[in-house]
């Protein structure tokens, strides 16, 4: 059961880290001015620019290469989990630097997701669930997939009526 459950876990991380990738593509240049601001300018804008398309192309790469296979290896579950351990540290260091509450820009400009220890402490659980999910052999199937696509879709319910 605890293979499934990690399944489920991890299809529906993939699913959100492709959702992100996607929605950050759509406002490119508000996510990295955004990312800019929230770091106080203390990282060139370029170097910005250049580390926002590689993260964008691995939100996007990795998910759709397992989604698209319907396998998932131990070397993406890995990409993914630094991937949220990379955002937490950005999160870490933007309240850090007193820019709590603003939003992070995680899913673009038309989700509000803003910059505080709520979003902290759920990338740490991601975060964990990742490295923990190491330990099992993921299944994955169609019934995996369904319960993972509902749960990403309430959980962007969620959010869209939060925004607003």
Same mark, same amino acid.
Do not use: H
């Given at each position: 059961?605890?293979? +499934?459950?990690?399944?489920?876990?991890?299809?529906?991380?993939?699913?959100?880290?492709?959702?992100?990738?996607?929605?950050?593509?759509?406002?490119?240049?508000?996510?990295?001015?955004?990312?800019? *601001?929230?770091?106080?300018?203390?990282?060139?804008?370029?170097?910005?620019?250049?580390?926002? %398309?590689?993260?964008?192309?691995? *939100?996007?790469? %990795?998910?759709?290469?397992?989604?698209?296979?319907?396998? %998932?290896?131990?070397?993406?579950?890995?990409?993914?989990?630094?991937?949220?351990?990379?955002?937490?540290?950005?999160?870490?260091?933007?309240?850090?630097?007193?820019?709590?509450?603003?939003?992070?820009? #995680?899913?673009?400009?038309?989700?509000?997701?803003? %910059?505080?220890?709520?979003?902290? +402490? *759920?990338?740490?659980?991601?975060?964990?669930?990742? #490295?923990?999910?190491?330990?099992?052999?993921?299944?994955?199937?169609?019934?995996?997939? +369904?319960?993972?696509?509902?749960?990403?879709? +309430?959980?962007?319910?969620?959010?869209?009526?939060?925004?607003?």
């Amino acid at each position: 059961i605890m293979n +499934i459950l990690f399944g489920v876990f991890i299809i529906f991380t993939f699913f959100l880290l492709f959702i992100s990738g996607i929605l950050k593509s759509l406002s490119f240049d508000y996510f990295t001015f955004n990312t800019y *601001e929230i770091l106080n300018k203390k990282i060139s804008k370029p170097i910005i620019n250049i580390s926002s %398309i590689i993260f964008i192309f691995l *939100e996007l790469f %990795i998910p759709l290469v397992s989604l698209l296979n319907f396998t %998932i290896k131990k070397w993406q579950i890995i990409l993914v989990a630094f991937s949220y351990l990379f955002t937490l540290l950005i999160l870490l260091t933007a309240i850090y630097m007193g820019n709590k509450n603003k939003s992070c820009g #995680c899913f673009g400009k038309n989700f509000k997701n803003n %910059i505080n220890w709520y979003k902290v +402490i *759920e990338n740490l659980l991601f975060f964990l669930f990742l #490295c923990t999910s190491l330990f099992f052999k993921v299944t994955t199937n169609y019934i995996t997939l +369904i319960i993972a696509a509902f749960l990403i879709f +309430i959980y962007f319910i969620s959010k869209y009526k939060r925004s607003f």
